[in-house]
């Protein structure tokens, strides 16, 4: 989770992409990397989650996960206590999100 807080017109056009979809999905809900990727028709995975390390701060970052429905090693404790917060189903664990109930249609 980065602290970098770029106006949206020096950011690369990909990235500007990215951020726009994260700040649309709702409290409560999520997406996965591969999620948003597909959500825009471009980039994979990967490309999204390095948007989010370099630019995703000033985003609600926590609702974009793996594709298991975990928060990246580096800021799952962050992260969850967000999901938490908002109101988010997880699994029994309570290490993951529910993706079933939680995942984002884009609506």
């Known amino acids: ?17 990215v951020l726009e979809v994260v700040d649309q999905v709702p409290r409560g809900r999520v997406l996965t990397y591969g999620d948003v990727a597909e959500y825009l028709g471009e980039g994979g995975p990967r490309q ?10 000033s985003v609600p970052w ?21 999901l ?7 699994r029994p664990d309570g290490t993951r999100v529910d993706l079933r ?3 984002w249609d884009g609506d």
């Open 1 to 17: 989770m980065p602290d970098t807080d770029r106006p949206d017109d020096h950011l690369p056009r990909f990235a500007a992409l």
């Open 48 to 57: 999204v989650g390095a948007v989010m390390s370099t630019y995703g701060g």
């Open 62 to 82: 926590w609702r974009v996960l793996r594709a298991d429905g975990t928060p990246a090693p580096q800021i799952a404790d962050r992260a969850l206590a967000e």
């Open 84 to 90: 938490r917060a908002e109101g988010t189903p997880m």
């Open 101 to 103: 109930r939680a995942r």
